[in-house]
C-alpha cells in the first residue's frame, strides 16, 4: 500500500514536475524500484526507467515479430495439410499468431514506440525474432513437432511472463498462453496420431522430433553465463526465471511427454539424476544457435524477404485504404478515428476482421 | 425406389456443387496465410477461409466422406464454380473474387434458408458468416475503387477479368430450389451498386467464357485448377488409407 502511494505520488508528480528539480528522478526511481518490489504492475503512464522501457519494446518488439515470422513456416503446410480436420486447426493456428502478432504491437505501442517502426526494424534486419522459424518444416509432421514442441518450449518462457512487471505486456501474454497451450495440445495430438498410424507415418513423426529437439532448446536462449540481459531483466521482474532453468524444467516435461507419444528424443545423454531429481541431458550446439542468431540458419534469407515482400507488395493497399479513408472521414465520422496514425486501423473496425 | 435414389442423387449433387465452392475458394484463400498486405488481413482472409472450410465440411459430408471427397477425387469430378477456382492473384483480384462470390453466397443462403429443404439448417447458419465476408468485400472494393489511383486501376482490371466467371453462378443447380433468375438480378443490382460506389465502371464483357455457362458445375475447369488440387491432395494420396 506504501509503495502504491509513492508510486501514486511520482505519478502525479511526473505530470507537473517543476524543471531543475534535481531530486525528482531519484524520488521516481525509489518509487518504481519500490513498486517492482511488491509485485505491483508498471503501467504505461507511470514514470519508468529509460533502460526499462528500452528492454521492454526491444522484447514485446521480437516477441511480435517472432509471431509475424512464426507463421511461415506453418502456414507453409496449410495447403497440403492431408485431411479437413488438420486443415481448419492449422488455418485457425497461423491466424491466431498473427492476432499474438497485434496484441504484442499494442502491447509495445503503449511503450512509446509504433507498430510500423517496428516493422520497418524487423525488415531492415535490426530488431530479431525467434531463432527456431529459420529452419524449414519439411513434412506434415513438422508440423505436430512446431506444436508439441516448439509451443510447448514458447509456453514454458511465457506463462512467467504473465506475472511481469508491466502490465500491458503481462495481460498479453493470458491472452496469449491460453491459446497456445491449445495448439500445443493439438500439437501432441498430431504427432500421436503419426507415431500410432503407419510405420511411414511413425518414421515421419520421429524424423520431425529429431530435428526440432536442439533447435527447440535453443529457444531459452543462450546459456545464463552468456546471457547479457539476464540479470537486468530479473532484477526488475520483466524474466522471473534464468534461461537454463526454464530449459531444464522444459525438459523435465519432454521426457515422459516423448514417452507416451512412442517417440524418441535425439540425445543420447537424456538420463534421469536422482540427486537432482531433473533429467540431465547433453551438450547444445552453441556454434549453431549463434550463427542462426547471426543470419546464417537455415531459412534466415527466406523468412525476411518474404515478409520484406509481404510488406512492399501490400503497399498499394494500405495507401488505398489511407487515402479512402482521407477522403471519407468527414463523410463519414467515427468510421476513421485514427487517419493521422494510419488509415487501416479506421478501417478495420467495419469489417469481419474485428470477430476473431 | 427409383424417386428416391434421383432424389439422392440431385441431392448429393447441390451439397458437391456447394461444398465443393467452398472448398476450394477456403483453400486459395488459405493460401494468403503470411503474405496479406496488413496483419488485421492475415486475421481476416484466414477467418473467411475457416468459415469457408466449416461449411465445406458439413455440406461434403452429406454427400459422403469428406476426405474422400476433397482428397480423392479427380479434377473433372468436381462441381465448384470455375470463379472460386481462379488464382489470388493481386489483393484487387482476390477481393474482387471475393465480392462476387460472397454477394451470391449471401442471396444463395438467404433463400435456402428461408425455405424448408435439406440446406435449410447450414444456410441459416452460413448466411450469418458469408454477410461479413460480404461486408469486408464490399468494404474492400469501395477502399480499393476509391483509394488511389493506383488501387482504382488495379481494382478496375480485377472485377474486368474476374466477369467472365460470373454467368456460371446463375446456372440452376439439381437439387436447390431456388429462383435463378431472381438471384441474377439481385445478384446484378447489389454488385453493380458497389461499384458504382467504388467510383468504378460496371465490365462491359460478357459474362461467361467460350465454354458453355455452369461449366464449373459439370466438372470442366480452368488450367490453374488442376495444380491446386495437386497440391492439396498430394500428401493424402501418398498414404492411402491411413488416418491423420
Known sequence: MATAAARETARSQAYDAPEGAGDITAEYQRAFDAAVAADERIEPRDWMPDAYRATLVRQIAQHAHSEIIGMQPEANWITRAPSLRRKAILMAKVQDEAGHGLYLYSAAETLGTSRDELLDKLHAGRQKYSSIFNYPTLTWADVGAIGWLVDGAAITNQVPLCRCSYGPYARAMVRICKEESFHQRQGYELLLALSKGTPEQHAMAQDAVDRWWWPSLMMFGPPDDESQHSAQSMAWKIKRHSNDELRQRFVDICVPQAESLGLTLPDPDLKWNEERGHYDSGAIDWTEFWEVLKGNGPCNEERLTRRRQAHEEGAWVREAAAAYAAKHTTARPGTSTSTSTSGETGMNGETGATRA | ?244
Do not use: C
Open chain 2, 1 to 244: 425406389m427409383t424417386t428416391t435414389s434421383a432424389k439422392d442423387t440431385a441431392l448429393t449433387q447441390a451439397a458437391l456443387a456447394l461444398g465443393d465452392d467452398a472448398l476450394v475458394l477456403s483453400h486459395r484463400l488459405g493460401e494468403w496465410a503470411g503474405n496479406a498486405p496488413v496483419l488485421e488481413e492475415e486475421v481476416a482472409l484466414a477467418n473467411i477461409a475457416l468459415d469457408l472450410l466449416g461449411q465445406a465440411r458439413v455440406l461434403l459430408s452429406m454427400a459422403g466422406d469428406e476426405d474422400e471427397l476433397a482428397f480423392l477425387r479427380e479434377e473433372r469430378a468436381f462441381r465448384n464454380l470455375q470463379l472460386v477456382e481462379q488464382p489470388n492473384g493481386d489483393f484487387a483480384h482476390t477481393i474482387a473474387r471475393q465480392l462476387y462470390f460472397s454477394v451470391y453466397q449471401h442471396l444463395l443462403h438467404a433463400e435456402l434458408a428461408a425455405g424448408d429443404g435439406p440446406f435449410a439448417p447450414l444456410a441459416a447458419k452460413a448466411v450469418k458468416e458469408v454477410d461479413y465476408h460480404r461486408d469486408h468485400a464490399e468494404q474492400w472494393t469501395l477502399r480499393l475503387g476509391d483509394g488511389t489511383e493506383v488501387s482504382h486501376e488495379r481494382m478496375q482490371r480485377a472485377v474486368n477479368a474476374l466477369w467472365r466467371f460470373t454467368g456460371e453462378m446463375f446456372q440452376p443447380v439439381e437439387g436447390l430450389d431456388v429462383n435463378w433468375q431472381v438471384l441474377e438480378s439481385a445478384w446484378l443490382e447489389r454488385v453493380e451498386d458497389v461499384l458504382r460506389r467504388a467510383t468504378l465502371s460496371v465490365p462491359e464483357g460478357p459474362r461467361t467464357g467460350a465454354w458453355s455457362a455452369g461449366a464449373g458445375r459439370q466438372g470442366l475447369h480452368t488450367e490453374p485448377f488442376g495444380r491446386m488440387l495437386a497440391e492439396m491432395q498430394h500428401l493424402h494420396r501418398s498414404h492411402p488409407g491411413t488416418t491423420w
